[in-house]
């Protein structure tokens, strides 16, 4: 079954700190990763999308990263900001169909908390 | 560039009554999905439409749930009738036929009560 898990759930830091986020896969066959920020009574805004060539790559403060043999892929944020409080899902893109975008897997997301 | 437009932003309605979403995509985008996110989950596609032509409806549940895309540009999704359990946001999102990038609206948010 294609599944996208994210971990952790939740997580609090403090302002000026890094921290990472961890996505596990399952999707078969494999098109594209994407990460996006969904700010809360937002919808998702894209940070990054990463094929399976690509095991790198960074958005500004955002860097996300794709093991494409083991299918994780992380998100570390540096120098955290109270404005990356938000949630954060990894999405998963299968074979392409009826057009560009494929079959999209979402995870729930990490519901990440900026304290100062 | 315009992004994604949704209205209602917010909507509270009755159990058994009926309600209508509204999505304009950006513009020259041929691809359009509808999804809904539960509270605490990621976002479900619902349908997507390529121009006007239905290209994916399998998790829309077709007894109450119903929406169209007539002249290939706006789109409406439809609950009749709505039950407790279509509380959710219900998010729009376009896409170009040859990109990868979906971009999303700030969704509609429904509470049935």
């Known amino acids: 079954k294609n599944q996208v898990e994210q971990s952790p759930q939740s997580l609090i830091i403090l302002e000026g700190k890094n921290c990472t986020l961890q996505?596990?896969?399952?999707?078969?066959?494999?098109?594209?990763l994407r990460w996006y920020k969904q700010d809360t009574g937002r919808g998702p805004v894209s940070l990054t999308i990463?094929?399976?060539?690509?095991n790198t790559k960074s958005n500004g403060r955002y860097t996300a990263t794709l093991d494409a043999d083991t299918k994780q892929s992380s998100l570390h944020i540096t120098a955290s900001q109270l404005s990356d409080s938000a949630s954060y899902i990894c999405v998963v893109s299968g074979s392409n169909y009826g057009g560009s975008q494929g079959n999209l897997i979402f995870g729930k997301g990490t519901k990440l908390s900026v304290k100062p | 560039e315009a992004g994604v437009a949704q209205s209602p932003r917010y909507k509270i309605i009755e159990k058994r009554q009926s309600v209508a979403f509204w999505c304009n995509p950006i513009?020259?985008?041929?691809?359009l999905y509808w999804y809904q996110q539960i509270l605490g989950q990621g976002p479900k596609l619902l349908i997507q439409f390529q121009n006007n032509g239905v290209v994916d409806d399998s998790q829309l549940p077709k007894d109450r749930f119903s929406a169209e895309r007539l002249k290939g540009v706006d789109s409406t999704l439809k609950i009749q009738p709505a039950k407790l359990e279509d509380s959710a946001v219900y998010l729009c999102?376009?896409?170009?036929?040859?990109?990868?990038?979906?971009?999303f609206g700030p969704g509609t948010r429904l509470t049935v009560t």
């Open positions: 990463m094929t399976f060539s690509e």
């Open positions: 996505c596990n896969y399952t999707v078969s066959p494999f098109s594209n």
């Open positions: 999102a376009s896409s170009s036929l040859t990109g990868y990038e979906q971009y």
């Open positions: 513009s020259g985008h041929a691809t």
